[in-house]
C-alpha cells in the first residue's frame, strides 16, 4: 500500500532549464511533505519541506508546490545543473511524537550539461 | 564530526549467520531510526527509537532486533540471515517536521 507515490522513475533535463519532478499521497492526515536528495553510496539528505497549511516553498533554485485538494506536490529545480544529478525522494509525515517519514520509491534526475 | 554514522558500510555474509550494524548520532536527537531500502529502492522503516524506548515496529521479522544502549545510539542485529535480507540499511536521527532526519550513509549488505 504505498501512500507516497512517484510515478515516473526517471527525468533528464538540460542544465539551465527547469525541473519539475512530481509526488502523490492518498494519506489526507499527512501535515508535512518533505523532499531528500540522494547520491549513489551516500544516505539521503534533507532539501525542502512545506507544511500541508501552505502551498509554496521557496529556497534559493528549488521550490516546493503543494495541492492539498489534487493531493499532489511538485519540486522545481531553476535553473537546474549537473550537480543536481541524483535520486529525488519524496516524503510525508503526520505530527506528534509517533510520527514515521514514509518514502516514495524516488526519482533519478539527469541533468545534461 | 559526522553527524549519523554507521558501520560497517559493506557486509558480505553467508546464510544463517548472525550479524550487527552499528549507528551513533552526535545531533543530540532523542529519536533514532532503521529504514530499509530495498532491490525495488522503497525507502521502509523498520523501527524507530525515542529516548531508548521503542517506539514504532513495523512489520519485521523477529531476525531483526535493535538495540539502544543510549539516546545517542541505535544498532541493529539480524539473526540466521536469508538471502531476502540482502538490501541497503539506513540509520537515522530526526527530526520534528519540519526538518526532517539526518541520514547515515547507509551499510550494504549482500547475504550470499
Redesign the interface.
Known amino acids: 500500500d504505498q501512500q507516497v507515490k512517484q510515478n515516473s522513475p526517471s527525468l533528464s533535463v538540460q542544465e539551465g532549464r527547469i525541473s519539475i519532478l512530481n509526488c502523490d499521497y492518498t494519506n489526507s492526515m499527512f501535515?508535512?511533505f518533505?523532499w531528500?536528495k540522494k547520491y549513489p553510496?551516500?544516505?539521503?539528505?534533507?532539501l525542502i519541506?512545506?507544511?500541508s497549511i501552505k502551498d509554496k516553498n521557496e529556497d534559493g533554485r528549488f521550490t516546493v508546490f503543494l495541492n492539498k485538494s489534487a493531493k499532489h506536490l511538485s519540486l522545481h529545480i531553476v535553473p537546474s545543473q549537473p550537480g543536481d544529478s541524483a535520486?529525488y525522494?519524496c516524503?510525508a509525515?503526520g505530527?506528534g511524537?509517533?510520527?514515521?517519514?514514509?518514502?516514495g520509491?524516488?526519482i533519478t534526475l539527469s541533468v545534461r550539461p | 564530526d559526522t553527524a549519523v554514522s554507521q558501520t560497517p558500510k559493506y557486509l558480505v555474509t553467508q546464510m544463517g549467520n548472525d550479524k550487527s550494524i552499528k549507528c551513533e548520532q552526535n545531533l543530540g536527537h532523542d529519536t533514532m531510526y532503521w529504514y530499509k531500502q530495498d532491490s525495488k529502492k522503497f525507502l521502509k522503516i523498520m523501527f524507530s527509537y525515542n529516548n531508548k524506548e521503542l517506539i514504532i515496529n513495523e512489520t519485521v521479522p523477529n531476525r531483526f532486533s535493535p538495540k539502544s544502549p543510549d539516546k545517542a545510539h541505535l544498532n541493529l542485529h539480524i539473526n540466521s540471515l536469508e538471502l531476502g535480507d540482502s538490501a541497503v540499511y539506513f540509520c537515522a536521527s530526526g527530526g520534528t517536521a519540519p526538518y526532517g532526519y539526518t541520514f547515515g550513509s547507509g551499510t550494504r549488505l549482500t547475504v550470499v
Open positions: 501535515d508535512y518533505l531528500y553510496a551516500e544516505g539521503p539528505t534533507f519541506s512545506i507544511s535520486v525522494f516524503a509525515s505530527t511524537a509517533n510520527s514515521k517519514l514514509t518514502f520509491k524516488g
